[in-house]
Each structure stands twice: as structure tokens, then as C-alpha cells.
């Protein structure tokens, strides 16, 4: 007599969700002092340091640190001037998403979760083993 074992896999995965159209228009987040630093500081660096792409990171980030009060200002106001600039962009960008009706939500039950595989397998033993029963 040989022995069958069944089991039954079942794997669930959940689906992602595409994209909507209002993020596409959704203004991007401001910068901050360093950002504008390094935007400036990086394509000179790179082109006299010859090491990874780390090291440069490393450096400009030392020179960050070590720049005196009166240049990091100069960074700092640009970044002052972003961040309004942001903020100008996200009070259109709500107001326009409060103008438009809301969509219905889709109910969060078993639509989300898609099953990829339901199998039921069947493994015999090998004739001759010590399976044998």
C-alpha cells in the first residue's frame, strides 16, 4: 500500500493600486539649504576628485558642515524662497482637490487580495522506501 500525502498551497498577494492622476500634479516638496549646496558643490567636486561616488557624497557633506554662517545663509534663503514657493503650489494643488467631487472608494473586503496559485498537489512515496505502510 503506498501512503499519499495531499496539502493545499494558497498564496495571497495583494494587488497595487495604480496611480491617480492627481499626483501627477502634485507639486514637488521643497528643498532645503544643503540641497541647493550640493546641487552646486557636487558637479565641481566630481570633477576633481576622482573616487566613489561615496567619498564625494562624504566630502561635500564635511564641507556642509564646516561652511561658515554667512555662505550657509546664502543656501538658506534660497531655500526660505522654495519653500514658499511650495507652499503657494500645495494651497492651489488642495483647493483644485476640494473643487473636484470625491470619487467613491472602493470597498477594502476580498477585491484588493487576488489569489495566484490554489493547487492541490499529490506526492507518492517512492516504491521500496521506508515510507511504506
Not at 534660497?78 to 492651489?92: G, N, S, V
Request: net charge positive.
Amino acid at each position: 500500500m503506498e501512503a499519499i500525502l495531499t496539502y493545499h498551497s494558497r498564496t495571497e498577494v495583494k494587488k497595487r493600486k495604480p496611480k491617480k492622476n492627481s499626483h501627477l500634479t502634485k507639486p514637488k516638496k521643497n528643498r532645503t539649504g544643503y540641497t541647493f549646496y550640493f546641487i552646486n558643490q557636487f558637479p565641481k567636486i566630481k570633477a576633481y576628485k576622482f573616487g566613489s561616488q561615496k567619498e564625494i557624497l562624504m566630502h561635500i557633506g564635511y564641507q556642509w558642515r564646516n561652511l561658515s554662517c554667512f555662505r550657509k545663509s546664502i543656501y538658506e534663503k534660497k531655500a526660505a524662497k522654495d519653500k514658499e514657493r511650495y507652499l503657494k503650489e500645495m494651497k492651489i494643488y488642495n483647493d483644485k482637490q476640494k473643487s473636484v467631487p470625491e470619487e467613491k472608494k472602493e470597498q477594502k473586503g476580498n477585491k484588493n487580495i487576488r489569489v495566484l496559485s490554489t493547487s492541490k498537489r499529490t506526492f507518492q512515496s517512492i516504491p521500496g522506501s521506508i515510507n511504506k505502510m
